[in-house]
């Protein structure tokens, strides 16, 4: 399934524990038994993903409700 | 759903039966859309409406005499629509289009006589591809040439034989007719019609006798083998609109000859009748009738005065007493064919899932639809099959279901008797959002309880199971039902005394061996708490719940005579009392539309409202309406302008306020004190002021907030910003991920920078909560596909 979502910045965030800054890389979303890889910021070493607030409450919620109505 | 079920639904709501000038037309012109064409001045499309239905419209726009007009709603207030002026001013100032004819067939088919029927019936079945032969004694079209000019302009009857030559009719003319003549006319062609209006032609002339002229209604057959007639009326009987029919309905019985099938086949709907649409038409200050200067040519002016005269008969009741209905831009029979359709779909997208959820079930509409269509089952029944086959997703009622399960937790339920009582014969319930609001008021209704009754009172704090019930999961709601029921067994089955409309609804319909009655009921009967009436008038709203609840609304007026507080009734109420939204878990899965219930109540009575439940009045107060509740007049416990404007309590106060009871009471009437798991410390937080409006509309309650902060005190954040001082954690407890930006303050303290949730399940989040309902056995393990 193809779901574009805009490009994330990762807003002066490094995580906490490795002390390194996010990157974007590929990671794999999951919802409703579907699942698909976007582009998202997140800890190169330890792979924590971040989500901001406009990503969960903008794009993100408009995929959760067309997989919900599927 | 099964079909039947759909169809039943379908027949109920009336509003695509044709209005009644329609449906007596015996042509069944749309009249209605015709005239709101001509008002909107699309004067070419009501020619084509025109068109649609009237055969040979160059001659019947001109000659139809109007039957319409007996039976046009119009009449009752001044004069009926004049359509035939509108066909007239459509057929002389709207364009048209040559006639198109289907691809030609090899079926033919005879036609005798050139009058008006004769050239109906050809113009129907040239139309059709057929080749047809019109026979006709002395010129065509004589008799209509013979009319006098200001009743069918010469130019007319030209154009339609014109019409009728392009449309490949072969004109034939006979020097005389013979009944041996016809008798082999009808073995030459496999139909025949032949139309008496045309006064060249005779009965005798043509051997037909009078057995022969018996015809089918319809269908308009002879007893005659393939042979089809129509018969000279009388001046009083319409003769033209008549035979315009007759040609039409006999070229229908040919055509279905012609294909071979027999001419009776699906017909039922042709005849001129009265129509089950039930139209109210708003009743406007009569208009007088145009009165053109020539009512042959009315100009545009004259046109469009008359065609805005038409009420636009339309029934629509429903939709003007219910926003949710307006919301969707259609009418009921519409939403249910959609509603089935959601249901039926395999793949692809269901795009009703939305508008089933947003309906209050109030059952407003079948208190108001003539013929009782009730949407507000319709929809229940629809989430009722979408739940069980996994296919109606758990969002749009989460949170809600989570809330019960909360009130239902032992953290908040209880059942005690009356202190220093071994048996109580009364159980008072308050629901779980009158405490969740009220919870000092709550607690002095069941001190006066005590009070006034006798044989002991106990009470009971949990939520009903109404939530459960309307998002559509029996066995969720079985498993809650049978909660308290065995509470209520323990307790020696006591008479419950119910706070709230809808918890009487659910009682009623789950739990129906526990005998129930309102508070309102015993209160009516006790020494009245409070003897102070408001000099303010208020408008009285009733629940949508208790709009059968006869006794419920009399007892409440009854309270009120006593208490000598002037109310007033709402344009709606009562029977017909308005949902505020809550009903249905309306709001829950629809936010903006929930607001829009609301205010549409608010907009009825534009006062200071009284409500006696409590969802209603901190809805309404949400929407902008100051308002009290009863328990505000009977147990004041503010002033009555504090009362007016207190707020609705956020989604987390209410929670707090449900433990405060709880905790209050217990300890107050019977010493408890709580037990210490239920003194877990909250890490103290604060939250950012701007951030409170938007915490409740995203749901997010304070105890999520603590939950993500606790994790994050014990396993730290997983991001940060060093130089600014703040935080990110996240936690998934249950199917939703939480994240919360902080700063920790010196003294040890969080303070609440922002927040926000998503369900997608996004990887290196913690929390095994991970995929599956808050619990009560996963939301009683139905619905709620994850
Ligand atoms: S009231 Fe509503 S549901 Fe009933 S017939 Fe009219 S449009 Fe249909
Ligand atoms: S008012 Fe209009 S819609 Fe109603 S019956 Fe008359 S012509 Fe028809
Ligand atoms: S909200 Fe009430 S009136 Fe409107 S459709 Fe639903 S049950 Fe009927
Ligand atoms: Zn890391």
Redesign the pocket.
Known sequence: MEHRLPEIKAGGWICRKCRKPLESRAVEITYMGSSFKVELPGCPECGFTFIPPELAEGKMLEVEKLLEDK | MDQETLREFESRCTQEEP????SFCPLHVE??TL?GQVAAGKVNEARKTLERHMPIPPLGGWLCEGP?KE?????DLDQ??D?PLLERFCLRAGRTLPPLALPATPHRAALVGSGLSSLAAAWELTRKGHRICLFHPGPPGASLRALPPELLPPEATDEALKQLAALKLSFEEIPKVSPLWLERLCLDFQAVFVGLDDPALSAESLGLRPEDLLLNDITRESPRKNLFLALPQPPSKRPFIEALSAGKKAAASVDRVLNGVAPGTAREKEAAGPTRLR?F?ETERPKPPSRPADPLRPSPEEAGEEAR?????NCLECLKKCVYLRHYRAYPKKYAREIYNNISTVFGIRKANSMINSCAECGLCREICPSGADMGSFCAQARLEMVADRHMPVSAHEFALEDMLFSNSPEISFLRFQPGLEKIRWLFFPGCQLPASMPEAAGAVYAHLCSGLDGGVGLFFSCCGAPARWSGRPALTGRVAAGIREAWEKAGRPRMILACASCRLFFRAELPEIETVTLWSILKDLPCPSEKAEPERLALHDPCASRHDRATLESVRAILNRLGQATEEPPLSGRLTRCCGYGGLADQANPALGLLYARQRAEDTGQPLLAYCIMCRDRLRAAGLPGLHLLDLLFPASTFEAALERPSPGLSERREKRLLFRRGLLRKLWGESPPKEENMPEPPLEIAEELLPRLEDSRILRSDLAAVIRHAALHGPLFAQPEKGIFLAALRPRQVTFWVEYEERPDGSYFIRNAWRHRMLVPGVPGEGAESPATLEGFAAEGGRV
């Open positions: 209005p009644a000038c329609q009249a209605r005239a319409c039976h046009c709603l119009r009449k009926a629509l359509l139209a038409p005269r038409c009420l636009n008969c």
